[in-house]
């Protein structure tokens, strides 16, 4: 936590933690709907958010896992409504299957945040969102980048991972690589299969597609597990050398993608911020005002990670204790 937000994070923490002494322990429920803890990504914003909160006795945290599940989210949620917290975290597993329930935690007076993922109606009160149509178009000329690089010219065969698809990261990730790389008539995308964001189902399909492509030059994953996935089932086939592996997430820690561009696992990651500092401070202004209205959206930015600064960043994530 750092800069602008983390100062006013930290103030907004002291003046609950001074505030309505005469609640008791857990009146100012917040709920946190998870999609999947299992991703790393998405474990990172759960111990986040619970380090956070922790910093403020008056407020309980309560979090639900849908372990990638539709029906279960909705569930989860449909009980949180009836708790009726102070405020309702929610980053959705699917963004069609949880418009309507999100709507009806704000049709009962439930303050919304959405979290990273969209939805298709405007069900919240703040989303706060990384624009994820401009982490695919960076990406897509990082591999333009590195094929002119390799060949003089950008051309080269390239193999999309996508997420699980219908969700907006997959989608605009997708869409903003494709941008850049169709601008090219000697770039192919070979193979797009689908591994729902997990790094196992990413090197079974990783594997099925080297067994019929002799050549390929490049890999993009939609998340860096994904990309990691890829990478071992070429390793396993001796074949890791001839392309270039491209994910996205950029987490700290021993496991996460900054360390697999230190590691040369990866060639780079594009950081997608957790949005976490940025929901709990809006959840805080909520409590500490109910009268306060957020912006509609906060778009964070991204960063990309290459071996030119990996080293960096690690270092900076984990003296922050990001890590």
């Keep these: 936590m750092s800069g602008v937000i983390g100062r006013s994070l930290c103030v907004l923490l002291a003046l609950l933690a001074s505030d309505c002494t005469s609640h008791k322990p857990g009146q100012r429920l917040v709920a946190f709907s998870q999609a999947n803890n299992a991703e790393p990504y998405r474990a990172a914003q ?16 309560v979090v639900s896992d849908a372990q990638q599940d539709n029906s279960k989210q909705i569930a989860q949620i449909e009980t949180f409504i009836r708790q009726k917290p102070a405020v309702l975290i929610v980053a959705p597993n699917e963004r069609a299957a949880l418009t309507t329930v999100m709507g009806e935690a704000m049709q009962a007076a439930i303050p919304v945040i959405c979290l990273e993922r969209d939805i298709l109606q405007p069900n919240y009160t703040t989303y706060i969102r990384i624009d994820n149509r401009e982490i695919g178009r960076m990406a897509g000329q990082f591999i333009v980048d590195q094929l002119t690089a390799r060949y003089g010219e950008p051309r080269g065969n390239v193999v999309i991972i996508r997420g699980l698809l219908g969700v907006e990261a997959q989608i605009n990730r997708d869409a903003g690589a494709r941008e850049i790389l169709e601008r090219y008539p000697q770039i192919h995308i070979v193979a797009d299969p689908v591994a729902d964001w997990v790094q196992a189902k990413a090197k079974d399909r990783m594997t099925e597609v080297l067994r019929v492509q002799p050549r390929i030059d490049a890999v993009y994953g939609h998340n860096d597990p994904m990309a990691v996935g890829a990478y071992l089932a070429a390793k396993e086939l001796n074949r890791e050398k001839e392309m270039v592996f491209v994910g996205v997430d950029g987490l700290g820690g021993p496991s996460g993608g900054i360390k697999k561009v230190i590691d040369g696992v990866l ?13 709990v401070e809006q959840a805080l202004h909520i409590l500490r005002d109910p009268a306060y209205l957020p912006p509609k959206e906060i778009t964070l930015p991204s960063d990309m990670v290459t071996p030119q600064n990996a080293a960096q960043l690690y270092r900076q994530l984990t003296l922050a204790g990001e890590n």
Excluded: C, S
């Excluded at 759960?46 to 945290?61: C, R, S």
């Excluded at 060639?267 to 929901?279: D, H, K, Q, R």
């Design 46 to 61: 759960k111990a986040l958010m619970e380090k956070l909160f922790a910093q403020t006795p008056q407020v309980q945290l």
């Design 267 to 279: 060639a780079a990651t594009f950081v997608y911020p957790l949005g976490v500092n940025e929901a």
